[in-house]
């Protein structure tokens, strides 16, 4: 959500700029911006609503805008709709129009998050003659660190911390002010920021593709720390505007591996890598061979004291989570509450003793799950973050982090990140149940070897992915699409349904398939298609006869089970299946033909697959 480049340095700004957008792209945006200074008092505004292309029109890809320190953004609307007048660089002079253009502002500067207390904080700033142009909470904060600047007389980082103080909310922002050319400030709080220095350059990004092309090397700073961003050069302060040392983190990924690589799309490429992000997540695990959470911190005391899991996350990450559920119960015998985490940080509920909070993220700055993970940690739970990016927010704050190894997604709908934290937990749950003597060393060995097995079993069913596609022409006009299972196929069903709706904007619902008959069932007309998730043994017979139920009002029925399962034929028109493996573990390959179903839709639908409307791969507000 939002996206923040910032240049300075030797060379022409826009251009680079530009470029960080773009790397950026992915995390959804309506609008976007530039402001570059050439040392002059006097900052170059262009701003562009819709795709970047256009912004890079306006500018001649950047060629046209002179200077060498500058900052840019692109803006998913929270306050205010997506316009030219409300997309960013804002500026702290009262001036009419749209704020872009050639200004002579004290502060000009980029905005993620939200700014819970701007209302308020507008009134006081219109009593003090400030004017304002849009209606974001943007402007709001920078006018008031524009009306602290200039009340005491101070410097930008005094003004800034000042600022820090007054407001609610989250941010991550980028300032440039009139009398310190070549400077950029940077402040944050719950919003991604990362610095880099590379020689005479500096560069802030909103996440690391955007400047991985020039650095490696990257700073990540602290919740409400500043930072003064100078040509190769950058100093931290604290709240009190003291200087602080923060420790540098190296990049270990590739550049490529934030590229398409050959693929028509970021998120066929990301289906394609989850055999490499699952081994290499389960590797990161193993000691020896043996499972292992040691680098975790979490002890076998700890493990072996649990009263209880409770798992908070927020979409395709919960679906993990309802996954987990069933394996956890079923393997270690520990009791597990999945939760959302948008309505978990507004419960009350009563936690028994002894509980580990496992908190589920890809992006590790998920607003909903962070406030959830801060709720717990209050409440005194030992926490677990179970995160992708490192270095994050969640993975920061959490007690013990299990870092899934995906390497960066991209695309919007979540494909590898989702496949990586599948493996993580069901190694999670063997390590538990071994741990607490849940299980026979012979079973331990027997599942750990099931899973070791998984990323080829998954490469094999992706050299099968023809059938998908062309089943996937066949429903790309569909209107309705329901996706049943029971247990783990419930589970199934939820993230194969989200990848089919969020992406190919068909409407579809995913039923635990026993509900049905209390409602779901009448919607069913001729044609409707429903999927129907097949994996688990116990419960094969029983989803087929809701399948059948669902037959006899028209549908049209797609079978997803396992090979050896072939009496299936009889009773349903498609067919997909997927090889053989423990039956807690089928999540793992059942999900691939859902992904590419999802996909091939879309794509069958002409749609925009990596960039869905309205849809943001970083969610950073509530
Ligand atoms: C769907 C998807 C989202 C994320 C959710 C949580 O394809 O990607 O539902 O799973 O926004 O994001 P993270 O894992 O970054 O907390």
Same mark, same amino acid.
């Given at each position: 959500m939002c996206g923040i480049v910032g240049y300075t340095g030797p060379s022409q700004a826009a251009p680079i700029l530009l470029e960080g957008l773009a790397k950026l792209e992915y995390r959804g945006y309506d609008s976007a911006g530039l402001a570059v200074r050439d040392g002059s008092a006097l900052a170059e505004v262009v701003k562009a609503t819709g795709k970047l292309a256009h912004l890079a029109d306006k500018t001649d890809q950047g060629r046209a805008l002179p200077g060498t320190c500058g900052i840019g953004h692109t803006r998913w609307a929270t306050h205010g709709d997506p316009s030219m007048v409300n997309? @960013? &660089? @804002?500026?702290s002079g009262n001036c009419s129009g749209s704020g872009s253009g050639t200004v002579e502002s004290d502060v000009v500067g980029v905005h993620n998050g939200i700014i819970e207390n701007f209302a308020e904080l507008k009134d006081k700033l219109l009593r003090h003659g400030y004017q304002f142009?849009?209606?974001?909470?943007t402007e709001v904060v920078v006018k008031l660190v524009d009306y602290y600047y200039n009340k005491y007389r101070i410097g930008p980082v005094d003004a800034i911390n000042r600022m820090m103080v007054r407001v609610r909310g989250s941010y991550a922002l980028a300032l440039m002010f009139k009398?310190? &050319?070549g400077e950029i400030y940077a402040a944050r709080k719950d919003s991604p920021l990362i610095i880099g220095v590379a020689d005479d350059a500096a560069y802030l990004a909103s996440d690391v593709p955007a400047i991985l092309k020039h650095t490696r090397s990257v700073y990540y700073i602290g919740n409400q720390q500043a930072a003064r961003v100078c040509p190769g050069q950058v100093t931290f302060y604290d709240l009190n505007g003291d200087e602080i040392q923060l420790p540098q983190t190296e990049i270990t990924w590739d550049a490529e591996a934030a590229e398409k690589g050959g693929y028509e799309h970021f998120m066929l490429k990301e289906i394609h890598e989850q055999p490499a992000a699952v081994r290499d997540t389960l590797k990161s695990l193993l000691k020896d061979g043996a499972l292992s959470l040691a680098d975790t911190g979490l002890t076998d005391e700890t493990l072996q004291g649990l009263g209880q899991i409770e798992i908070v996350a927020c979409g395709s990450a919960w679906h993990v989570g309802m996954a987990a559920q069933y394996v956890i119960e079923d393997l270690a015998g520990v009791p597990v509450r999945v939760e959302l985490a948008s309505e978990y940080r507004y419960r009350n509920a009563p936690v028994p003793k002894n509980t580990l909070m496992v908190v589920i993220s890809q992006s590790g700055e998920t607003a909903d799950s962070l406030a959830a993970l801060r709720v717990a940690r209050e409440r005194g739970l030992e926490t677990l973050a179970v995160v992708n990016v490192i270095g994050s927010t969640i993975a920061r704050e959490a007690d013990h982090v299990l870092y899934t190894v995906a390497g960066p997604e991209i695309a919007v709908a979540t494909t590898k990140a989702y496949s990586a934290q599948l493996i993580a937990l069901d190694a999670l749950a063997v390590r538990l149940a071994a741990v607490r003597g849940a299980i026979s060393e012979e079973e331990v060995q027997r599942l750990t070897d099931e899973l070791a097995a998984i990323p080829d079993k998954i490469s094999r069913i992706l050299e099968d992915k023809d059938r998908i596609q062309w089943f996937s022409s066949k429903i790309a006009n569909a209107h309705d699409i329901f996706f049943i299972g029971r247990g783990l196929d419930y589970a199934i069903s939820l993230e194969g349904s989200l990848k089919m709706k969020e992406i190919s904007y068909i409407h579809s619902e995913a039923y635990?398939?026993? +509900?049905?008959? @209390?409602?779901?069932?009448?919607?069913? +007309? *001729? *044609?409707t298609l429903v999927v129907g998730v097949l994996t688990q043994p116990k419960l094969f017979e029983k989803t087929v006869s809701n399948m059948a139920e669902c037959k006899a009002r028209g549908a049209y029925l797609m079978g997803l089970t396992t090979h050896g399962n072939y009496a299936v034929e009889d009773s349903v028109d498609f067919t997909v299946y997927v090889p053989k493996t423990d039956e807690h573990f089928v999540p793992s390959l059942a999900v691939i033909p859902l992904q590419l179903l999802g996909y091939y839709t879309s794509v069958n639908r002409g749609l925009d697959v990596d960039k869905p409307r309205n849809l943001a791969k970083s969610v950073t507000v509530e």
């Open positions: 997309a @960013h &660089p @804002h500026v142009y849009s209606d974001t909470d009398d310190y &050319p635990a398939a026993g +509900e049905l008959k @209390h409602g779901t069932i009448s919607l069913i +007309e *001729n *044609n």
